[in-house]
């Protein structure tokens, strides 16, 4: 079992703490069928460095658990990851998180083999969604969306300033950390907006893994992106377990099958 990146200096208070949706990426991406996935997406034919991206990163601990276990997970520590959070807060933790992960790797990683295991970070930038990345530029994609179905949407911010005050107001707190869970109709607003963007936003060889909840209509969100045509597939591949038959939690793989 790989080790949960430590997040006990992150404001809680102001970003959004890891929790079940959390780990249940975590055991997802580690997952023998996932790790298997993406060893055979980027090792063959050609091998190529990827290119990982969290998108709402909060905490970090999901980005942070990729860049340091990126030998395991991938099969090489050649891979470069960055994340994107409209929370300033969520930036700063998520820089730390990395960094404690990477040091804790690079220290049991010396004590085996001189052999990196931790990827490359590249370090964290406020935004909305994908809006800071270039076009096709993303071969992996991690999203733990605000998923909580709401009556309302909170703002989006209209800017993202490049001065940071770590003062704010409880008020403020609330608006930060509305902005990681609520998720207006059907818990699905945010999300919508990312899953159209998909095609603009992976590569060709590109694939996402998004969290959904059963308030989401995970089987409806899974019909829509088949029906795009081009290969498109998407199917569930880690689960939190089932309470009156439904999903609770799940984790989807969004990707083009490209085999002849």
């Not at 709402?56 to 470069?80: E, N, R």
């Amino acid at each position: 079992m790989l080790p949960t990146p430590d997040t006990s200096h992150v404001p809680y208070e102001r970003v959004y703490e890891p929790a079940e949706d959390s780990f249940l990426l975590l055991d997802t991406l580690s997952s023998s069928s996932e790790t298997q996935f993406l060893h055979d997406t980027f090792s063959s034919p050609k091998p190529t460095i990827p290119f990982v991206v969290e998108l709402g990163t909060g905490s970090g601990v999901v980005l942070a658990f990729i860049t340091a276990h990126a030998k395991t997970l991938f099969g090489t520590s050649q891979i470069l990851t960055a994340g994107v959070d409209m929370n300033a807060f969520a930036c700063r933790a998520t820089i730390t998180t990395v960094a404690k992960a990477q040091a804790d790797a690079a220290a049991e990683s010396n004590s085996n083999s001189s052999e990196t295991t931790h990827g490359l970070y590249l370090g964290s930038v406020m935004g909305d969604l994908a809006a800071p990345l270039r076009s096709h530029s993303v071969d992996v994609l991690v999203f733990n969306p605000p998923y909580v179905p709401t009556s309302e949407m909170p703002s989006r911010p209209e800017t993202f300033r490049e001065d940071f005050s770590p003062k704010t107001t409880f008020d403020d707190d609330s608006y930060l950390l509305a902005l990681s869970y609520a998720g207006g109709a059907d818990g699905m607003e945010t999300t919508d907006r990312l899953i159209d963007g998909l095609p603009e936003i992976l590569s060709p060889r590109g694939c996402a893994y998004v969290l959904l909840c059963a308030q989401n209509k995970p089987e409806l969100v899974k019909e829509r992106i088949r029906a795009w045509g081009g290969g498109w597939r998407a199917e569930t591949v880690g689960s939190s377990g089932k309470t009156a038959g439904w999903e609770k939690l799940q984790i989807v793989r969004i990707w083009r099958d490209t085999a002849p």
